[in-house]
């Protein structure tokens, strides 16, 4: 999120088709070409065991691109082996006719591919808007000390200089603090610096957390967490001047009672479990708080407010608020609500005064970590007609826009997280996450994460594969994989029909990787319910998905999602890319603007207000929906317009 | 101060002078003499010893009042001893020669003893000004059970309740109540009482602090305590009634680390005194509650709230605030507000979020306590241009009414305990507590607490003492002994003149009891500090003391103040004795009022802000004040119109 978009660009030109594309400086050059829409072949996933991807280098530098499969002599001659080189400089690249078989054929019908725009966390602007205006802030004061005149109290003189001193009114002390005024005043002359929460509400006081002797002034630092079912990610940020000092995940310690929600729920019915899931994912984040000041000169206590978002369940675990109902019909929370608590009141390892501010949810199953992520991407305050939707196997799903927001989560089942797929697995290394076809051989480009040789295929890759093999007619409408193509790739295999993605002797494992037809068929049902729920909302206030003029994708999977496949098989509508926006971890993004910003913080409650959650499964028109969605890319073709020109020419 | 009234009063008459007295059932017929101005013999103070004080019966009866000083047939003629009897039903007493020697002469001239009304505690009032609005109110909800169609969360559904039911918005609930909902609301089919607690500030919101399941809003508690330097005071009181339930007084366990205030300062700049000091009288407290609670059904875990005052020392130890810099020039606390705090952050044994409010002190020596009696009295709302004084070892006075308050503290010295006095002693079994005089022989009638053989002399004793030898010329308005009168009563000892009050052979110890020349300038010197208090006061914001409307009297020596006998000697101004209210310990009365009434928490802030405390020390018209009081009534006998026209008479 931070700083990617300081890298240097460079463009690099693919001959003989001429495509060009601009990517950042060490990305591979087969995923440059990937991007481009130039196909090389490349069955092992870029680890460079196959060594069929080889190119020329005819001007312009890359870094590495040398294996055994490459004698120094063909090196020299500017030969690479695109999957191990990266680019360096602008670089023009010739594809030999042994890796781009058929390529004059191709060089029209692949698309380039579409990245969409990252969303940057921009606190200039936030600080032109006004906008900047962190929860915490502190203020130093220069009393006058006591003389027989003035004996006013210690408090009272405190609360007096940030009157005459601030025009700050209203305070509110509390006991704690209290204990440590008389000292404070008196170790540095008179001197202190007063740290101020802010109230969430407008109504609400400004509370006295802290009291320090002299001027520090310029210490003043906030945490920021997202709670993930899988992963915790927590950040450390300065209030002072905004910005973000470091940045650390980890796995949520609960991950070892189960995958999902409903595993952690079953686990905090039985006795003492829900003391057990609260203390590991506070131990979690205590971990991460460790982490996050390790090399920092910052101590524990100088950290007064933390704001945290998560789903409705991972909220509720830690709150230890009793998760009972939220997998029972009709899935009633506890509260969608939290109000600020004190951070030790949770067990977390922060001062006695530091405040914990917890996202709000909407209901059991769209959670806090969507809020926060319509609060942090700006959607609340956009005219435009937005569609949000974070994809996991729960896939969220929010519409609307300033003036009005509606929300529903439909399960769209652990597909994209590679569950239920022959091969499928998680994006860790291996995994296969990029895809193209040759059009005229059907042999595949594969891109593994790490460039190691193929285990697996993750979510994101996955839906590149079915996209690309329906684009190229490998497969039809319905899914089903077309038998009368030549090619040793398409096989009946142990599941029906089936095409090999990687070669056993080229795989990682002892099997072929395959993709096969129920794979596709679990895809589809997650796509399917996903674009079904989009179409429900939308329809469900008189609009159509036409009207969309913004999508903002969130989650993991949402980061890395290819926006092209993604309309081809039907899982967006179809938009132009430039008006689609990533925004990485919507919940980190949201919390972090929570301790950047009380006006959002004030605003959240509003806009959880304002959003309206429909219960997909209680609608029946989604049930129709969902059946016509379960087509590539949709039963009425008239909703993909660009899709269906394109599958007419293939056709 | 509850109760009292309710008992039923008989007339007593006393022949031959014809006076007559109302008093209450159970009063000894001695103590009705005094009342009555009627002198009867009596050097025992009580006990029966000396059988002095014989009466004849005339008519109605008595209980009481034959020892083996009265043979058979003596009481059977009507013989009583007066210090033995008490009132039964109005009576006709005759005193005989033998006890009323010179009786004739002094009729006239003993005046008849005023008491001041007793300020009533009356709920029904309260009712009737609709300041009847305990901090804590219970209300019940009949709460429709989830659907699919209504599937809110459950604190949704209480908050929404809460709404449609009593028109309650902008409730808070805090994360402990928020782990009992689901519990709470499925246990008695969604039929919860819910406990509010009230804001302290108009603007404030209501806070959730307990639900609990069925309907249970009948039982709603409450807790006011005065935190006095000697004695810790507690009542319980029933919420939904007003009523009181128990009372409780116990010592504060601090004493045994001195008796003053300054002597606990010191203990608690010690290392680790301040913890101790803090936990002696929250041990004290603590022992208190589980003693009110005794004989109730009432658990802990239904009290809610709690309502504390005392002194700014005792406060700042109650709260573990560094008392440090109360004791040293100039003299600032650590703080005169207090926010409402846990109960359980200061260590009180009640439910984690019952809510503990403690009253403002006005400086470091015009404290919490002395607010609360000034809210308790009614002080800070009448017209009447009113003096409060609460008179111990320091005497806090109140000046003003509702649109304006002066406030000050003096420091009286021990007088009024009994310290400092040769025979002094607190109000304790066989203290002489009312005394007077038969101006023919200056034989005296004493009364003793528990009426024991008279050990020594308390506070109120000793005002009285002092006002009536005053009254009969046996003490000139210097304070010194008129040497020519003819009693052996009278006489040099080792410390000056002296009056002996109880010869050894009648005495509970083995020596005369005296009242010498020295006493009585201690006591002068702490007489002369509070009326110099209070007219410096007056005087400073441009009115006289003869323009007070209304005296408040606090404190227990307060209580037993005789209104003649302190204006006689020049304590409190001369004012018609109807126009005196004792309001007994009116710390406690505020704490009480502060459990029944919301409004009156509000008002506190506004009282406190208006209050004006004057430094005495520091104004030059004071010490002038103060030496022209150390005469009996005063140097300008102008402003004691009544005793000084007695006094001519007399002369």
Known sequence: MDGENNNIMYQVSFMPSGRQVEVAAGVSLIKAAHLAGVHINASCG????????????????????????????????????????TVATNATIRVTAE????????????????????????????????????????????????????????????IQGLKKEYDERGMITTLPLLKKMRSALRENDFVVTVTLSRAVSKEGKTHIVNIEPGDVSHRNYGLAFDIGTTTVHGI??????????????????????????????I?????????????????????????????????????????????????????????????????????????????????????LRAVALVYPS????????????????????????????????????????????????????????????????RAAAGAIEDFSLNPATYEPMNITIGHKPPIGICGSGLLVVIAT????????????????????????????????LTWKEEAGGDSDIVINEVDIENFTRAKGAIYAGCKTLVEGVGL????????????AFGSYIDLDSAMTVGLLPE??????????????????????????????????????SFELSEVTDFKDQYIASLFLPHTDLSLFPATSARLTKTD
């Open 236 to 265: 450390l940020i300065d209030h002072q001047t905004g910005k973000l000092l470091s940045r650390k995940s980890d796995y949520n310690a609960q991950i070892s009672y189960g995958e999902d929600v409903i595993s952690r729920i």
């Open 99 to 158: 890796s781009e078989l058929g390529a004059g054929s191709m060089s029209t019908e692949v698309p380039i591919r579409h990245q969409a725009r990252m969303h940057v966390f921009n606190i200039d602007a936030l600080k032109k808007e006004g906008v900047f205006a962190p929860p915490i802030e502190k203020r130093v004061l220069h009393l006058p000390e006591p003389t027989q005149e003035d004996n006013k109290a210690d408090a009272g003189r405190i």
């Open 362 to 425: 909407i209901s059991s199953y769209v959670g806090g970590d969507i809020v926060a992520g319509v609060m942090g991407s700006g959607m609340y305050r956009t005219e435009k007609l937005t569609l949000y939707v974070d994809i996991g196997t729960n896939a969220e799903i929010v519409i609307g826009n300033r003036d009005w927001l509606v929300c529903a989560a439909c399960s769209a089942g652990p597909a994209f997280e590679g569950g239920g797929i022959t091969h499928g697995m």
């Open 46 to 85: 870029g680890s460079g065991v196959c060594g069929k991807c080889r190119v020329i280098l005819e001007s312009g530098t890359l870094e590495g691109g040398k294996s055994e499969k490459l004698t120094d002599a063909e090196y020299k001659e500017g030969y690479r082996q695109a999957c191990l080189a």
């Open 575 to 612: 938009i132009a890319p430039e008006k689609i926006l990533y925004v990485g971890n919507g919940s980190l993004l949201g919390s972090w603007m929570s301790e950047m910003s009380n006006h959002i913080r004030r605003d959240v409650v509003q806009v959880v207000r304002k959003m309206t």
């Open 544 to 555: 159509q998905v036409t009207d969309l003029e913004q999508i903002i994708l969130a989650g």
């Open 469 to 500: 093999l329906f684009e190229y007619g490998a497969i039809d409408r319905r899914g089903k994989f077309n038998r009368k193509l030549e090619t040793p790739r398409i096989r009946e295999g142990q599941s029906g029909y089936e095409y090999v």
């Open 267 to 351: 686990h905090a019915e039985k006795p003492k479990g829900l003391q057990l899931m609260h203390e590991l994912v506070i131990n979690t984040i205590n971990g991460l708080i460790t982490k996050l000041l390790l090399k920092t000169d910052i101590r524990r206590n100088e950290i007064f407010s933390i704001t945290l978002s998560g789903n409705t369940t991972m909220t509720h675990l830690l709150l230890s608020l009793e998760p009972h109902n939220i997998r029972r019909a009709p899935y009633v929370p506890v509260s969608t609500f939290f109000p600020p608590i004190r951070a030790r009141d949770v067990g977390l390892e922060l001062p």
